[in-house]
């Protein structure tokens, strides 16, 4: 009899799970960075994306370029616990990391951390040390229980004045080396590894917060539950932020806030938890109105200033004329000043917004043309209201104050910025590739392809960096350069090597770094970024390896940026998207007119009517992307330029995108108005 040995199947070191919406292109270098952190563990890993009904090939890329990863698909989006929790009931590994989509780990970041976990059985939790896009320290890697005195100082902004005070620095442990472990009360869900023990013993992340909070709450029960939460600074990770939600905006200030609130109900005693929530809703109006004011602030201030200057251009102009040239001497009356001149102001800018004068790149053309416009308008009508008719001399001398007064305010802003005079061109940014000879080639190409307004000056070569280890990456601070032997014209010329970079960042008066993630690994960008200068500021982004992105943060606040095939879309260039919306106006209105003809004709009177209404409110427009990926802000489209093609039915999803995406890329108002007459029987799609 052979007695057959029986194998048991090898232990699950580590679960790695990532929920995704909408960020296809972090998500890609993200899951490249998990791959290479996953082959320097050197033990079974089960890595998990959750994708909660992106828009934007985020399932596709993932099955294409990663057939390892365990997918699961979301036809809703059910929010950050839920989704989580999907991939951690099935999930197999000692070890459980939740990590967010928009960040790069370091190659040895699991094997780092697993090993900690190893040495600390009391760990249930753990953090490690977070940087933004620019390499600067994220100070949520570490954080205290939002108690209600913590949480005040934190939403009054005493923590911000005093991070490092022990009292009022609390909620960012301010006080705390960021470069020393510390055990510590809350986690962030960005990178959150966990003991699967502990979470069998506390539980999942609860389902009742949306997005926000949830990190908090497990990391409360983790301690509650007799376990420690440690932050770990042996390894780091990129974490660009603020894509999902946009920190600054009013949706961001109630989901977090509200997300307090559920804290403090669910662990707070009675009495101290209606105390709390009285806080975070006066804070949530605070905050709001502060974000509502500062948005409106960056919009309105150049018109305000604007107005301004033309009116008190105006008042002087006024009483010169009056004084020397006015053919009935006397004053004009009070109410010249007080209201025609207002309706004259905005007469002038809203005509000189409408023509682009406040697009950049700023030409003068533009404002030259609103104002005339503006101008011609302000006669004509004039000239039917004989109660209004003052001037026609001050009119036109207005419109010429207007012109030198936004074309004068344009330069000085320009200049003072730029330190140069030349307004109507768009000031290139200076560019440098850290990378290989055939790397920098195809970012100049994806650059090229994508309309960047930049000067690749060259690229810095990093020769055999893998084999060399990461003292290789250390800039030296006063390498020998000779900037002759380099043209700065010719792109594919090497400008030095990789310790030379900070003295190449000065030399060529450089403004942003792209590194390219085939050649350098994750832990060596990380470590040029805190090594390198930080004056001159330089920007940073990365090329991952195969990818079409090319990815960065100027911020830790602001939300990541990228470089890609399809960034210059005619479609969402500011003039075009302003006369599409003027379009959707004008049809809608003419729709509802013809609306008891039309809904003889359509599928769905109720869809019909609904979108019209919706199309005249702005949440939605005619004709539009539905298959390809827009930007975050773009609104629902009724219809797609496929839907005007001949067999339109018979046409696959990828065939509808490509058609889609040269609509955008070549767009002119004429197409919507082709695609309405094409499709009139189908205006009450939903």
């Given at each position: 009899m052979t007695v057959m040995a029986v194998i048991s199947p090898p232990v699950v070191k580590l679960s790695v799970i990532i929920v995704n919406y909408n960020v296809c292109y972090f998500l890609e270098q993200a899951l490249l960075s998990v791959r290479r952190a996953v082959e320097k563990l050197g033990q079974p890993v089960e890595v998990f994306v959750v994708d909660n009904n992106s828009a934007d090939g985020s399932v596709a890329m993932v099955r294409a370029r990663f057939p390892?990863?365990?997918l699961i698909a979301n036809h809703d989006n059910p929010g950050f616990s839920?989704?989580?929790?999907?991939?951690?009931?099935?999930?197999?590994?000692?070890?459980?990391?939740?990590?967010?989509?928009?960040?790069?780990v370091e190659e040895d970041t699991f094997r780092a951390c697993c090993e900690f976990m190893d040495q600390h059985p009391d760990c249930g939790g753990l953090g490690v040390k977070m940087l933004d896009g620019q390499g600067r320290f994220l100070p949520e890697s570490k954080r205290a229980l939002p108690t209600p005195a913590v949480a005040f100082y934190k939403m009054f902004g005493l923590a911000a004045l005093f991070p490092k005070s022990r009292t009022f620095g609390r909620y960012h442990l301010g006080f705390l080396d960021n470069d020393k472990t510390h055990a510590v009360e809350v986690l962030s869900g960005a990178f959150?590894?966990?003991?699967?023990?502990a979470l069998d013993q506390v539980g999942l992340l609860d389902e009742d917060y949306f997005m926000y909070g949830e990190d908090i709450d497990l990391s409360y029960r983790l301690t509650l539950g007799g376990w420690k939460n440690y932050y770990f600074p042996g390894t780091r990770i990129i974490h660009y932020k603020g894509e999902s939600t946009k920190r600054t905006s009013v949706n961001y200030v109630f989901v977090f806030y509200r997300a307090m609130v559920i804290f403090a109900r669910k662990h707070f005693a009675p009495g101290n938890a209606g105390t709390f929530s009285l806080l975070i809703?006066?804070?949530i109006w605070l905050r709001a109105g502060a974000a509502v004011l500062e948005r409106l602030a960056q919009r309105v201030a150049p018109l305000l200033l604007d107005a301004g200057?033309?009116?008190?251009?105006?008042?002087?102009?006024?009483?010169?004329?009056?004084n020397n040239h006015k053919f009935v001497p006397g004053e004009y009356p009070p109410q010249y000043m007080l209201l025609a001149v207002p309706a004259y102001i905005v007469v002038w800018l809203t005509s000189v917004f409408l023509s682009g004068g406040y697009d950049p790149p700023v030409r003068t053309?533009?404002?030259?043309?609103?104002?005339?416009?503006?101008?011609?308008?302000?006669?004509?009508v004039s000239n039917f209201l004989d109660a209004w008719r003052f001037s026609k001399a001050l009119i036109i001398l207005g419109g010429a104050w207007a012109v030198a007064a936004l074309v004068g305010r344009q330069l000085l802003a320009h200049f003072l910025k730029y330190r140069d005079l030349r307004l109507s061109e768009r000031r290139q940014k200076n560019i440098a590739i850290v990378g290989s000879g055939p790397e920098s080639r195809r970012v100049r190409q994806l650059l090229e392809t994508a309309g960047v307004q930049a000067r690749v000056i060259g690229y810095v070569n990093v020769g055999d960096i893998r084999a060399k280890g990461k003292e290789a990456v250390e800039p030296e601070r006063h390498s020998p350069i000779h900037p002759f032997t380099h043209s700065p014209t010719e792109p594919s010329e090497a400008l030095g090597e990789l310790r030379q970079l900070a003295d190449i960042i000065r030399l060529y008066a450089l403004d942003e770094l792209i590194f390219c993630g085939k050649d350098l690994p994750a832990s060596q960008i990380i470590a040029l970024m805190l090594a390198l200068p930080h004056d001159p500021p330089v920007a940073y982004k990365i090329l991952p390896?195969?990818?079409?992105?090319?990815?960065?943060s100027s911020s830790k606040d602001s939300p990541g940026d990228y470089y890609t095939l399809d960034i210059a879309l005619n479609l969402y260039q500011p003039r075009q998207a302003r006369a599409k919306r003027l379009l959707d106006l004008l049809s809608s209105a003419a729709l509802l007119l013809l609306a008891p003809l039309l809904l003889w004709f359509q599928a769905s009177k109720t869809g019909f009517l609904g979108n019209v209404l919706k199309v005249l409110t702005g949440r939605r427009t005619w004709v539009g992307l539905r298959y390809a990926a827009g930007p975050p802000r773009a609104v629902p489209a009724v219809l797609s330029p496929a839907d005007a093609a001949a067999k339109s039915s018979l046409l696959n999803d990828a065939t509808r995108r490509r058609l889609e995406l040269l609509y955008a890329k070549d767009y002119e108002p004429g197409m919507d108005l082709g695609v309405l007459w094409r499709?009139?029987?189908?205006?009450?799609n939903v």
């Open positions: 390892e990863v365990i839920k989704a989580n929790n999907q991939a951690l009931r099935i999930a197999k590994g000692e070890y459980q990391l939740l990590l967010n989509p928009d960040t790069v959150m590894l966990m003991r699967k023990a809703n006066l804070a200057l033309i009116w008190l251009g105006v008042f002087f102009l006024k009483e010169y004329w009056e053309s533009r404002v030259v043309r609103g104002v005339f416009v503006g101008t011609l308008v302000i006669s004509a390896e195969d990818s079409q992105y090319i990815i960065g499709c009139w029987r189908r205006l009450g």
